[in-house]
């Protein structure tokens, strides 16, 4: 579903290496975690999957297209959730849903049966008739995390999706991403959590300056003088300094 071949990004004219030879492909049905210090290139990675960014050297697949020669329709089976979503806040979340699906040509008798399943499913469903500028922080997210499932996309790409969510919320969102990737789709998300990654994940990657330093299930990393380790400290051991 995602495929990154020898994928590089520089910044400030070469000097700074955010992305490094990147080769990585992530599964139909795959939950991947992509982890890394701050810094490391995560967000770089994941502007480069959804075309926000143009690689400096390198082919990115999503869904077998080609986002460089084709971004739109690469676009049309992504959804992308940021770290810090900008969303109209002048908007009402119903009309914000509603703006999406037009961009998403989704139908409207399935735009209604979705957008009635998700605001359900996030609790959301009291607030959707005020403007978003009323919403906190935490139902700033809800929306947009409903916004992203509304078009059914094949691929989901969020990076810090689990920010500002309360722990019910939170609970709903790790139960979506498993539902959504037991349907056949396909989720790349960036996170801090270690936890999070080691429960939820099919496979995780580690990114440390740029470069992809470790990849694979739990069990994967866990190599011989790593047996039975957390995640945690396997992370903090190939990241030190």
């Known amino acids: 579903m995602i495929e990154l071949s020898r994928v590089s990004k520089s910044y400030n004219n070469g000097r700074v290496k955010a992305v490094d030879e990147l080769t990585l492909t992530v599964r139909p049905g795959e939950i991947f ?7 490391a290139g995560k967000t770089t990675t994941i502007k480069l999957i959804v075309g926000l960014l143009r690689p400096d050297a390198g082919t990115i697949l999503v869904d077998g297209i080609d986002n460089r020669k084709n971004p739109l329709a ?3 089976v992504t959804t992308y959730v940021p770290d810090t979503p900008a969303i109209y806040e002048r908007l009402t979340g119903l009309e914000y849903l509603n703006f999406i699906g037009d961009v998403y040509g989704v139908p409207k008798a399935d735009r209604l049966r979705r957008i009635e399943r998700w605001l359900e ?13 009323s919403y906190s922080h935490g139902m700033r997210q809800k929306i947009v995390l409903i916004a992203a499932l509304l078009p059914a996309p094949k691929v989901m790409v969020l990076d810090e999706p689990m920010v500002g969510l309360d722990a019910r919320s939170a609970h709903h969102m790790k139960e979506m991403m ?24 099919d496979r995780i990657g580690i990114i440390h300056k740029g470069r992809l330093i470790a990849h694979g299930t739990l069990e994967e990393l866990q190599a011989r003088d790593r047996e039975d380790q957390s995640l945690e400290k396997i992370f903090l051991e190939l990241t030190e300094p």
């Not at 975690?33 to 810094?39: E, T, V």
């Not at 990737?181 to 990654?197: K, N, P, Q």
Request: proline share 4%; aromatic share 10%; charged share 15%.
């Open 121 to 133: 499913f996030f609790e959301l469903a009291e607030a959707v008739a005020a403007p978003i500028q």
């Open 74 to 76: 690469a676009k049309a």
């Open 178 to 201: 498993r539902s959504h990737c037991d349907a056949g789709g396909t989720l790349f998300f960036s996170t801090h959590i270690m936890e999070v990654a080691e429960k939820l994940c």
């Open 33 to 39: 975690g992509f982890l890394g210090p701050n810094g």
